[in-house]
């Protein structure tokens, strides 16, 4: 089967615009341009625009899922697995949302008192479950299952004022690092101190005890590995990069 790219469009909800935009940057070529300049798009490349929207939903950026996709070891199943996955979390993160929304407008008609960490509950486990989807396999095999249950736990158990402070905080150091980054800031200067600071307390939310070396190693992972750059890169790019280049130069080990 052979598509035009009116019909690509049409087929994949994809504007024509965006269609010669990605053809542009070299993230889907059509598999032949006729002599009039009309392009034509075959199977490979109605699957690489499935695997492009994918990412994109994720809200991983072009050039990133460009360099996915051309990855000799990209394994197309594999990635769809990992989609599917996500996607469950996030179903079951909204059944979550919508059971607490219930509860709620149940216990205002009544004009009865809902238990605040109940309210609070849904979105302490997105969090869980989205750090487990995205890093789980990694952390887990850095530092054990027990660690990391007990991580999550920890998260699971906060008071409604301890995930409030949680959530400020991680607001705090993010628009922090974009402010720093796009002002040019040092990160062995007082914004990279104050920032290490907070992210130091953002750490010691849930309780647990403290450790420098692992302060630092968390940091050195966020360049490290793609995802966690792309989470505080989202708005401005170096974010994560000023972030580890901070706490290493403000923690000691």
Not at 85 to 93: C, G, S
Not at 202 to 223: F, I, N, T
Request: net charge neutral; hydrophobic share 35%.
């Amino acid at each position: 089967m052979e598509y035009s790219i009116q019909q690509m469009a049409k087929l994949s909800g994809v504007t024509t615009r965006t269609l010669r935009w990605y053809d542009k940057i070299h993230l889907l070529k059509p598999s032949r341009v006729a002599e009039n300049g009309y392009r034509y798009y075959g199977s490979a490349e109605v699957d690489r625009l499935q695997d492009i929207l994918f990412y994109r939903e994720m809200g991983v950026k072009l050039s990133q899922i460009g360099a996915y996709l051309d990855d000799p070891s990209f394994h197309r199943l594999t990635a769809l697995r990992g989609h599917l996955q996500r996607l469950e979390a996030e179903q079951k993160r909204l059944e979550g949302l919508i059971q607490t929304v219930k509860e709620t407008i149940y216990a205002e008609e009544r004009s009865e008192i809902m238990a605040d960490e109940k309210k609070f509950a849904a979105f302490k486990q997105k969090a869980v479950d989205w750090n487990e989807q995205t890093y789980g396999k990694e952390l887990r095999e850095k530092y054990g299952d027990a660690e990391v249950d007990a991580a999550q736990k920890a998260v699971l158990n906060l008071t409604s004022e301890q995930y409030d402070q949680w959530m400020t905080l991680a607001a705090q150091i993010q628009k922090g690092l974009e402010e720093a980054v796009a002002e040019g800031r040092d990160p062995k200067g007082e914004a990279g101190r104050e920032i290490t600071e907070l992210h130091r307390r953002w750490l010691q939310c849930s309780g647990q005890q403290y450790m420098p070396q692992k302060h630092r190693a968390l940091a050195e992972m966020y360049v490290a590995d793609p995802r966690f750059t792309a989470y505080y890169d989202k708005k401005v790019s170096g974010c994560a990069a000023f972030l580890r280049d901070a706490v290493l130069h403000w923690v000691k080990p």
